[in-house]
Structures are given as C-alpha cells and as structure tokens.
C-alpha cells in the first residue's frame, strides 16, 4: 500500500473542508486530478474512503482510519522538517533526556543551565515521567537518558548513581500529625492532599495507595510548589515532595519523613548501553555525572 504526502494532505484537505471542490482548490490541483488521485488511493486500499452526497462528502469508516494515520504521518514530518532545519541554523546535535519529578525539580536545574552554556552548538529535550515510563522508554530506544529513582525496575539498563532522594510529608504547623517523628502512608490516605499537578511523583504515590486498596484524596492540584505549601500553610491540606524540594520552601509547615522504606530513593543517571550513545548525549552523560560527584 503506498500512500505520497500528497495525496495523505489532500484527503485531509477534502476531509476538513467536505468537498472534494475545495479540498483540490486548497491543494491547487485540478478537480479531475484530484479526484483521480483520491480514487487510486481507494483502489489500493480496496475500499471506499469517502461518501459523496449533495452535501459534499464525507468518511467512511476506512476513510476514519486513514485521517487518524494521516495527521501522525504528517505531524511526524513537520517535526522531522523542524528538528533537520535547526541544523542548517548551526545547532548540531541533541539530546533527549527524561527525568522523574525530584531530579527535574532540584539536580537537573543547574547542571543542564551549566551544560547548556558550555555546547551552545547543542540542544536538550527534557521531558518529566514516572520512573517506570522512563525505563521502558530507553529499553525502546525512545530516549537517550533518564534519571529514575531504584522503586522501579531498572532492567538491563546500565546506571550511575547521581543523587539520594527521601520522600516527605509536609504539613501546617498547628496540624495533629506536625509532632510527630514521622509518618505513616496510611495515615496519609486519611487526610485531604494538597497535590502537585502532572508529576510523576502523582503518579507514583497514586500506584502505592492503589496497593493498599485506597487513592489520594486531593483537595487541589497546583503547578508551584510555592503555592503548595501556601496552601499547606493556611491548612487546606498535607502534601508529599522530595526532601530536596521540601527544603527550599519559605513558609511555615513542618516537614516529616515518610515511614515507608520505599520512601527513601536513589536516584540513577540511566541509559541503555553508555558505550552506545551519540558523541552529544555521551557529553551530557559525563557532565551529569562530574556533576553528581561535585
């Protein structure tokens, strides 16, 4: 089956205007030729794409199918163009990392500001996912690097361990459990929770309350962590960070360690094989790595 990028925009083309008249004047082709064209791609496929009526026309269920296809195809090729076109721009190379939520919050920040300063000639994709997504995205060649925390199964990846990570549970200062030493999970799962929105921490905590038959109960979901713990502070609700974030807050909470052993977490700089990876991504993997020795 061989479908040109031509005759993918035009059926987009016919599609989103519902006229096969129009669809060609978008595409300055004749209607004869147009209408051949969308023909011969229903021949190959051996099956109506379109349903023509006094209307204009309209898709079949194949027709369906291939608008789904044809919109990937090519939103891939315009990204494609993009990424090809930087290089004619004079920026050679890039990298694709991806970080869970506490490496991304405080590890990463200065040490990719200072990477990025000393390669102007190079770029990064960095991309915030649970660990477990992480791992299976660099098994399927998808990513470069990842820094994931050891609660999910590394695999056959390779690693360098880079930072220690201990999860905490954040509180007011006049809340009932701001006394004590540390705190349980499960007493966590009783109280409202003042969240951070599209973490994978989220996800991760949201996974260990499924374990125990019970879910989060948040009150609200925010993109700061200054806002956090403002609302901690005033009493909304509890909050789960990283120690490491935890500690940069200017406000009166208290912080507390999480009981649970899978609480504290190392965090490892992953790759697939490090004797593999482009000349770029291997600069950044060496200048992580000095970085977590500092």
């Not at 496929?45 to 898709?59: C, D, F, I, K, Y």
């Not at 399927?140 to 549970?169: E, F, K, P």
């Not at 994978?200 to 962590?225: C, F, H, K, N, T």
Request: hydrophobic residues 45%.
């Amino acid at each position: 089956m061989r479908f040109d990028l031509t005759d993918m925009r035009l059926f987009l083309s016919v599609v989103e205007s519902g006229s096969l008249t129009q669809g060609a004047r978008a595409m300055h082709l004749a209607l004869a030729s147009a209408s051949e064209r969308i023909a011969g791609m229903e021949d190959v496929l051996g099956a109506p794409l379109l349903e023509r009526n006094r209307r204009g026309v309209r898709t079949t269920a194949a027709g369906d199918a291939l608008v789904r296809h044809a919109r990937s195809i090519l939103g891939q090729v315009e990204q494609m163009r993009g990424d090809l076109r930087t290089y004619a721009t004079g920026l050679k190379g890039r990298v694709r990392l991806l970080s869970n939520t506490s490496a991304n919050a405080i590890f990463l920040p200065p040490q990719l500001c200072a990477f990025l300063a000393a390669h102007p000639d190079l770029s990064i994709d960095l991309e915030e996912r649970r660990s477990v997504d992480i791992v299976q995205a660099l098994l399927d060649r998808r990513a470069d690097l990842g820094v994931v925390a050891d609660s999910a199964d590394l695999g056959t990846l390779q690693m360098h361990l880079i930072a220690s990570d201990q999860l905490v549970v954040v509180v007011g200062a006049s809340h009932r459990l701001a006394r004590q030493a540390d705190v349980a999970f499960a007493d966590v799962l009783g109280e409202p929770i003042v969240g951070m929105a599209d973490t994978a921490l989220e996800s991760y905590l949201g996974e260990r309350a499924s374990r125990l038959g019970r879910q989060l109960d948040y009150r609200i979901r925010l993109r700061s962590v200054e806002n956090v713990a403002m609302y901690v502070e005033a009493g909304i609700g509890m909050s789960i960070l990283s120690d490491v974030v935890a500690k940069t807050l200017q406000r009166e909470v208290v912080i507390l360690p999480l009981a649970e052993a899978w609480g504290a977490r190392r965090l490892y700089l992953c790759a697939r094989d490090f004797s593999a990876l482009t000349a770029h991504a291997n600069l950044l993997a060496q200048h992580l790595l000095r970085g977590a020795g500092r």
